[in-house]
């Protein structure tokens, strides 16, 4: 079991930056990628970004070369930072990892919300 926390969220004003950071319960050896995901009211859950264990990166054609994932050196600890953030960006985030086995783990999430 994989337990996921993420910290960071809060409401700032368009052009802005935040950093949200997930820490992971359980050593790098169990995770194979972990992500951001976010969902705004009224809309599905959708990636932001992602990150492999091997350090290989994707993000959503809405927040490339806006947001940049990251990971620590013992990769119990994801990031996401934040730049010129948009009022389309108010949204509940949330952490996901991947295990080798396929088993998804997913945190509580954490708001953003950005004002215009």
């Known amino acids: 079991q994989v337990q996921l926390v993420e910290s960071g969220g809060g409401l700032v004003q368009a052009g802005e930056s935040l950093r949200l950071s997930c820490a992971a319960s359980?050593?790098?050896?169990?995770?194979?990628?972990m992500g951001w995901y976010r969902q705004a009211p009224g809309k599905q859950r959708e990636l932001v970004a992602r990150?492999?264990?091997?350090?290989?990166?994707t993000y959503a054609d809405s927040t490339s070369g806006r947001f940049t994932i990251s990971r620590d050196s013992d990769k119990s600890t994801m990031y996401l930072q934040m730049n010129s953030l948009r009022p389309d960006d108010t949204a509940i985030y949330y952490c996901?990892?991947?295990?080798?086995?396929?088993?998804?783990?997913w945190g509580k999430g954490t708001l953003v919300t950005v004002s215009s």
């Open positions: 996901k990892a991947s295990s080798f086995n396929g088993i998804a783990y």
């Open positions: 359980k050593s790098d050896y169990i995770i194979y990628a």
């Open positions: 990150i492999t264990s091997g350090g290989s990166t």
